[in-house]
């Protein structure tokens, strides 16, 4: 909903639970009123009203204070928006008008005479979550010279004034991706993001702030997170009064720069902000809430079970194990199955073969429709692995276009894993991947892609182009397009985003694939705290999450059961990547039965809203679903200690005045009791685990009434 005061110069954007307001001054200064709990009006024109600080001479009276601080001017702060044309530097504008876009979007357009640069800045409301965005038009007319866009931010938000803000953030790397780490802000700047062409297992795009020491489930929580999947900036920054801005974009340093001719137009990013008083778990919720209804393609279909064999066998493969695996991934209940890495080219090791995308001739003599005609006779769905947008110089596409690859004229050509960059910015390189993945998928009956990415940009370089080339960007614009592609044309396929494991999460990303491969890492202790991070922004509904073999030879040889390593992986969408050929007959029985009890609580972990009971720092960890009357509750002790066993977790979500139902232990809970006192896991020993189905089945005061009837008669 938008609100407009009566001169036509305060907007307030309002939610179900929170407001947004801004006011343009008579000097079109636009500044940031309020960012909250729902206000009215008449507050917002009350806050605009406010005595404007005292002019210092060292001090600008905008800094901190503004929607969306430009380069120029009487300002001091990271500008969002840095732009240069005609030998002048900055940007002075004048507001135009303000209109209504289609879904209550707020469009704010204001010009600059000089640059003829139109500036317009996007609001919109979905559900809690404000959407934000700039767009730049170059008006100047026709013959003029080029605008250099040194950086446009998609937005900069303006936190309250308060004392003590305390920043979270998802930080991380390789097999150890989106661990949360929280640290009291101070004054300067903090920077993260990405110089590395994808949004990178560094930090998720994702920074929460806190003032007065929000709980998982009560306070303030401000957080934004932008969905951009190459380079990108956030800048949390706290200025000499204490007010705090956060800035994002895309790009990193100069890599965001471009240079709009006349008549052009460049439109930023999302970056979206969140306002809750629930703590770091109501965020959470309202997050995924927002990606299911707004984000996420066809988010209200669960996700299927999956088999993929990479962490079993590797690059060597062959139709015939295949096959046998995928029998024995069918007698599990599996419902889809993967084929990773090798199946193409003369991709036996990773040294070979990336860039040619047609079947393995003495791998697949027949190439991949009779795999996946059989796997569809088992009652699956069958997909592969792809990873377009690198190629190894041992390819035939290497072999005729090395020109294709991004890398500097007269410089070494830096690999990673034996593999090279496509420069996707070339609309000759676009063209190739389209032709090569649309052949593919109707060659084949394939639902389902997985898509890679397993290394940074290194040389960023197109020989040729001049400068300011759009390498960076362009190749994120290309891959969304083949993406958004490839589903319009095939829209029985779903898509996962892979990147050497969590390389490439990001509301970006997700507007256009399925689930993403959360992290190389499978072991189920380590999961825990991956997954605790990646729950604070994104829900279990994408979250893919494999039970693989114990000892976890890939990583660290630690020896769990299949308990264990199940129930960590029934958190999110749950996937089997383990050896089946090695697994005991015992063992395929149990997990067989662990498949069906998933594929019991799956719409509640897919689709309900998530509680985290207790974080995964050492002692019991457990998190919670809800979804209708229904609950799931995960609990996994690593270790017990001093034979004590572990206090009740406390639930959430429930209804103080309902009677549960537990199907483990066939007891009865009251709501109240379960939510005051908690439920006693009886987990013991070390990495235990169990899963605890409830149910509401009946309103307490009925049993109450019930009971007195007894007693009475
Ligand atoms: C990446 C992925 C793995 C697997 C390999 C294949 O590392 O994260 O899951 O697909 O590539 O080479």
């Known amino acids: 909903m938008i609100e407009i005061g009566a001169d036509g110069r305060t907007w307030l954007l309002s939610g179900p639970t929170s407001s947004y307001a801004l006011r343009l001054t008579d000097r079109d200064e636009l ?92 609001y919109r409301m979905r559900g809690d979550v404000v959407e934000r965005c700039a767009v730049l038009i170059n008006q100047a007319p026709e013959g003029s010279p080029e605008l250099e866009v040194l950086r446009v931010d998609s937005a900069t938000w303006t936190l309250p004034l308060r004392e003590r803000w305390r920043l979270s953030q998802l930080h991380g790397r390789w097999a150890a991706e989106s661990r949360l780490v929280r640290s009291q802000l101070t004054y300067g700047e903090r920077v993260i993001g990405s110089r590395r062409g994808h949004t990178g297992h560094q930090h998720l795009p994702w920074v929460a702030l806190d003032a007065d020491g929000a709980t998982e489930e009560r306070g303030e929580v401000y957080s934004c997170a932008l969905a951009w999947s190459g380079s990108w900036r956030i800048s949390v920054h706290q200025l000499p009064d204490g007010a705090v801005q956060i800035t994002g974009g895309s790009g990193h340093d100069d890599s965001g720069q471009t240079l709009l001719p006349p008549g052009t137009a460049t439109a930023t990013p999302v970056f979206a902000g969140l306002w809750s008083d629930g703590g770091f778990g109501g965020a959470s919720r309202a997050w995924h809430a927002y990606q299911r209804a707004h984000v996420i393609p066809d988010a209200d279909e669960v996700r299927p079970v999956l088999y993929n064999s990479w962490e079993a066998t590797g690059f060597d493969i062959s139709e015939e194990q295949q096959r046998a695996l995928a029998g024995r991934a069918a007698a599990l209940g599996v419902e889809l199955f993967v084929v990773d890495d090798a199946w193409f080219g003369a991709r036996v090791s990773d040294r070979a073969g990336l860039g040619d995308w047609t079947p393995n001739p003495d791998r697949f003599p027949g190439g991949l429709k009779p795999l996946a005609d059989e ?126 494991g969590g390389g490439r999460i990001d509301l970006g990303v997700l507007a256009r694939t399925d689930q993403v491969w959360t992290s190389d890492n499978t072991d189920p202790l380590d999961r825990l705290a991956i997954q605790h991070g990646f729950s604070q922004i994104h829900p279990a509904r994408v979250m893919a999450a494999w039970v693989t073999d114990s000892p976890n030879t890939q990583l660290n040889d630690r ?155």
């Open 31 to 122: 500044l940031h009123l309020h960012w909250g709990p729902r206000i009215a009006l008449a507050d917002a024109e009350a806050l605009a009203a406010a005595p404007t600080p005292p002019e210092r001479p060292f001090e600008s009276w905008l800094d901190g204070r503004e929607e969306y601080p430009v380069e120029g001017g009487p300002r001091f702060t990271r500008p969002a928006l840095s732009v240069r044309g005609g030998g002048v530097r900055g940007t002075e504008w004048r507001f135009l008008r303000w209109a209504e876009g289609d879904d209550d979007e707020l469009q704010l357009h204001f010009t600059d005479a000089v640059h003829g640069l139109q500036v317009t800045l996007s």
């Open 375 to 500: 796997v569809h006779a088992l009652g699956m769905r069958f997909g592969i692995w792809v990873e377009p947008e690198m190629v190894n110089a041992d390819s035939d596409l290497y072999r005729a276009h090395p020109d294709w690859v991004q890398h500097h004229p007269g410089r070494a050509r830096t690999e990673f894993r034996n593999q090279l960059v496509l420069n996707l910015a070339r609309p000759d390189v676009q063209n190739y991947l389209w032709e090569q993945l649309d052949a593919l998928l109707s060659s084949a009956p394939v639902d389902y892609v997985k898509w890679d990415f397993n290394r940074c940009f290194s040389d960023p370089g197109w020989p040729g182009e001049p400068y300011p080339q759009r390498l960076w960007d362009g190749h994120v614009h290309a891959f969304y397009d083949l993406v958004d592609r490839l589903r319009a044309a095939h829209p029985g396929v779903a898509f996962e985003s892979c990147s050497g």
């Open 559 to 713: 020896v769990s059961s299949l308990r264990f390593r199940f129930v960590s992986a029934l958190a999110g969408v749950l996937g089997v990547g383990g050896d089946l050929t090695r697994w005991s007959d015992d063992e395929l029985a149990e997990a067989r039965g662990w498949v069906e009890l998933y594929k019991e609580i799956r719409p509640v972990v897919q689709l309900g809203e998530l509680y985290r009971l207790r974080d995964p720092d050492g002692g019991l960890c457990a998190v919670q679903y809800v979804l209708g009357d229904d609950a799931v509750v995960l609990a996994w002790l690593p270790a017990q200690a001093y034979g004590q066993e572990p206090a009740p977790v406390r639930l959430r979500g429930l209804d103080p005045a309902g009677v549960y139902a537990c199907r483990e232990t066939g007891e009865e809970h009251r709501g109240a009791v379960l939510l005051h006192h908690g439920l006693r896991t009886g987990l013991r020993g070390d990495l235990d685990a169990a899963v605890f189905r409830l149910r509401r089945i009946a309103d307490a005061a009925d049993i109450t009434e019930a009971y007195s009837g007894l007693a009475q008669s």
